[in-house]
């Protein structure tokens, strides 16, 4: 059974940067294709970056040169580093690992961007 855990969540001023991280276990990591969502309240989870097993990245318009995915296999980690952050950036963060068997969340990193 695969288990994610997120961490570097907290709050920054605007303009500033944070960098997420997602340790996953119990699973062939290097596999799965790996996400990151963000979810503000009253709304659904909202795909933000796409990272493949053999490295290929993809980004939601409104994060396309300030955010970057990253995966180091060896350390079955994805990261998500963040640049020049907007209070419209604010929201908690969720790690999706996936595979064509299996599908699994982490717990949310709450992101805050405030002055």
């Known amino acids: 059974q695969v288990q994610l855990v997120e961490s570097g969540g907290g709050l920054v001023q605007p303009g500033g940067s944070l960098s997420l991280s997602c340790v996953a276990s119990?699973?062939?990591?290097?596999?799965?294709?790996m996400d990151w969502y963000r979810q503000v309240p009253g709304k659904g989870r909202d795909l933000v970056a796409t990272?493949?097993?053999?490295?290929?990245?993809n980004y939601k318009d409104s994060v396309k040169g300030r955010f970057t995915i990253s995966r180091d296999n060896a350390k079955n980690t994805v990261y998500l580093q963040m640049n020049s952050l907007e209070p419209e950036d604010a929201a908690v963060y969720y790690c999706?690992?996936?595979?064509?068997?299996?599908?699994?969340w982490g717990q949310g990193t709450l992101v805050t961007v405030s002055s």
């Open positions: 999706r690992y996936h595979t064509r068997t299996s599908d699994a």
């Open positions: 119990g699973s062939i990591f290097s596999i799965a294709v």
């Open positions: 990272i493949s097993s053999g490295g290929t990245t």
